[in-house]
């Protein structure tokens, strides 16, 4: 089992940054491929970023390529997302989610393990 809690939403303008936050509890979270997902009002959840196991690989939507990075601490079970440039599209509630895959790259909801119950950012215009 693994528990997922997020923080670090909240209210941005446009071109501000914001790092979101998911604490992981268990002692299993380092086997987990971990990934983070949005969703936008009256939207479906979709892919946002993944990260490996170890760390060493990650993968983005091409929407946050170059202004979003994930990373994580198996130390400290936590993972990060560090979101910069923002735009108002990029509004929605950011879910944590922990996957059982040695896959790397953009994966449907339908194969995460695990999810937290989301944080909500909104970026202003």
């Known amino acids: 089992q693994v528990q997922l809690v997020e923080s670090g939403g909240g209210l941005v303008h446009a071109g501000d940054s914001r790092r979101l936050s998911c604490a992981a509890s268990?002692?299993?979270?380092?086997?987990?491929?971990m990934a983070w997902f949005r969703q936008a009002p009256g939207k479906e959840r979709t892919f946002v970023a993944e990260?490996?196991?170890?760390?060493?690989?990650?993968y983005y939507a091409d929407s946050v390529k170059g202004r979003f990075t994930i990373s994580r601490d198996n130390v400290k079970n936590t993972v990060y997302l560090q979101m910069d440039s923002l735009k108002p599209e990029d509004t929605g509630v950011y879910y944590c989610?922990?996957?059982?895959?040695?896959?790397?790259?953009?994966?449907?909801?339908?194969?995460?393990?695990?999810w937290g119950k989301g944080t909500l950012d909104t970026v202003s215009s």
């Open positions: 989610a922990a996957v059982n895959t040695t896959f790397t790259g953009a994966f449907p909801p339908e194969y995460v393990n695990y």
């Open positions: 268990g002692r299993t979270f380092s086997r987990y491929a």
């Open positions: 990260i490996s196991w170890s760390g060493g690989s990650t």
